[in-house]
């Protein structure tokens, strides 16, 4: 390391951070004359396989209104057992199981090159990933087909633990049980009707009785680990009923409905998300899970609808948008902001996998995508190379043979003194968490020192803006430096919470 600039190209390497600017105002004055403010794009996810397996908790400052996490730009006194938060200057005691440093033997979070690290937190109750797939039926045989095929094969690449269930709509939505060996049953709902997710509970049966479901507690409860998985006839992991949906993906027909010349096929997107949402929202509520909606053309009736089913009326075009004159997108854009509000609440992801050679009205769905971190993929056709190895990379796994994706993630920053942060921008919503380290001026999403993700993959990332707050008369003493910490608490696919620590410096 001979250069301050092969310093900042390892530290982004190291640590997936990129910084707008590597070398910090030191005072308020100073900052205002920056055209660009101070910000920095971070991968919480970012792929870091030399990482030591840490399998305790985080040292955290003992001042309540700081909580840093114990890193290496910590002073650190190893005869007395104490160190300095860099953040806050509070001297801490190390708790018993660290009696044993020294200088020659140091804890991984004290070493330098582990500027970023990760704890895997044993005693947190482990709940595997949710997958509910939602399928469009009115495609043509080939489309259906291969979309069939695509699903068929997903199958074998998701952990045998992972929960899945079916919910399948044309002009009604169908939630497909999967504890039904031989016989295909489902429970169909109107797809010109809302619902909400008390009425998709008292509907389906979820939670009404011994064994079918689970209370909105009931995730939260310490279980044994044989029984912590709320179980359902909608919901079961992939190892129990494998034989099942793979039959019933197989079986699975076009729309029966005959679609008049001149006329579009009623297709119930709206109402098959809001039901997708109302299940995953009274089975898992604040567990990971991935609503996987695979669409062929708009949705053309009931919440949600961006077009009728007659053919001489067009979807909306961008010269209708920009003049006001498209007639149900304020409807449909409301409707669906409000799934993913609840969604996101829950922290539950919406991926949309949309396949046609029309408009799928993916403009009112965004927020769905946007605000749970979900993905969006547009393609023209199932049975194109685009949609298949797009598909597969989703479902990608790592050199230890689990999925590149995490749930649920919480992430907090924390600064020095000299700075506070403003917000973020990125696929996240914020948690109104107030602390000393929040600007009063907002950019992006602010007023807050914590975010949530829904999910994240390892090249998801985030873009956080910070205010310098040292007045003239008090600037940064020469050679001090500033601090930033990312605190990322987040769902591995294993089940397992872990807490991945990163902690920068700049002068």
Not at 94 to 103: H, K, L
Not at 169 to 188: A, N, P, Q, T, W
Request: glycine share 8%; proline share 6%; charged share 20%.
């Amino acid at each position: 390391m001979n250069t301050f600039e092969e310093f900042i190209q390892q530290s982004e390497d190291r640590d997936g951070i990129r910084l707008t600017w590597n070398v910090w105002p030191s005072s308020k004055t100073e900052a205002a004359k920056l055209v660009v403010p101070i910000g920095a794009l971070y991968q919480p996810l970012k792929e870091r396989p030399d990482l030591p397996p840490i399998q305790y908790e985080p040292v955290f400052c003992s001042r309540a209104v700081c909580r840093a996490i114990l890193n290496p730009y910590c002073q650190v006194d190893y005869r007395a057992k104490l160190w300095v938060c860099n953040f806050c200057f509070q001297r801490n005691a190390f708790p018993p199981q660290y009696a044993a440093i020294s200088e020659q033997h140091q804890p991984a979070e004290l070493i330098p090159t582990f500027s970023t690290i990760e704890y895997t937190i044993l005693r947190s109750q482990c709940l595997p990933p949710i997958f509910l797939l939602v399928v469009d039926k009115c495609l043509d045989e080939e489309e259906l087909g291969a979309l069939k095929d695509s699903l068929q094969t997903s199958l074998s690449l998701l952990p045998p633990n992972a929960v899945i269930g079916l919910i399948t709509f044309d002009r009604m939505v169908m939630v497909h049980e999967l504890g039904c060996e031989g016989i295909s049953k489902s429970y169909v709902f109107q797809g010109n009707k809302d619902y909400t997710a008390k009425k998709v509970q008292e509907m389906l049966g979820i939670g009404l009785g011994g064994n079918v479901g689970a209370s909105k507690q009931a995730p939260m409860r310490p279980n044994p680990p044989s029984t912590n998985v709320p179980m359902n006839k909608f919901l079961q992991p992939v190892q129990v009923c494998d034989i099942n949906i793979t039959d019933i993906l197989g079986e699975l027909q076009r729309d029966p409905w005959p679609v008049h010349q001149g006329k579009r096929a009623l297709r119930s997107t709206g109402v098959a998300l809001s039901i997708a949402v109302g299940l995953l929202e009274c089975t898992y509520p604040n567990a990971g899970g991935r609503i996987m909606m695979f669409i062929g053309g708009p949705c053309s009736q009931g919440p949600g609808q961006v077009v009728n089913d007659d053919l001489k009326e067009p979807i909306r075009s961008h010269h209708d948008i920009h003049k006001d004159n498209a007639k149900y997108m304020k409807k449909a854009i409301k409707h669906y902001d409000a799934l993913a509000l609840r969604a996101a609440t829950n922290g539950h992801t919406i991926d949309i996998y949309s396949c046609a050679l029309d408009q799928t009205g993916l403009m009112e769905m965004k927020s769905c995508v946007n605000s749970t971190g979900g993905l969006m993929v547009m393609g023209d056709s199932f049975n194109s190379s685009l949609f298949k190895q797009s598909f597969q990379r989703v479902l990608s796994k790592d050199s230890k043979n689990d999925l590149k994706m995490a749930f649920i993630a919480n992430l907090e920053v924390k600064t020095s003194r000299e700075l506070k942060v403003m917000g973020a921008i990125g696929n996240c919503v914020s948690l109104n968490t107030k602390g000393p380290c929040v600007s009063d001026v907002e950019l992006g999403l602010g007023s807050t020192c914590q975010w949530k993700f829904c999910s994240l993959i390892p090249s998801s990332t985030c873009a956080f803006f910070y205010e310098v707050v040292n007045q003239q008369g008090a600037p940064i003493p020469l050679g001090g430096q500033g601090f930033i910490q990312f605190i990322t608490n987040y769902q591995h696919v294993s089940g397992q919470r872990r807490v991945r620590v990163t902690t920068i410096a700049r002068k």
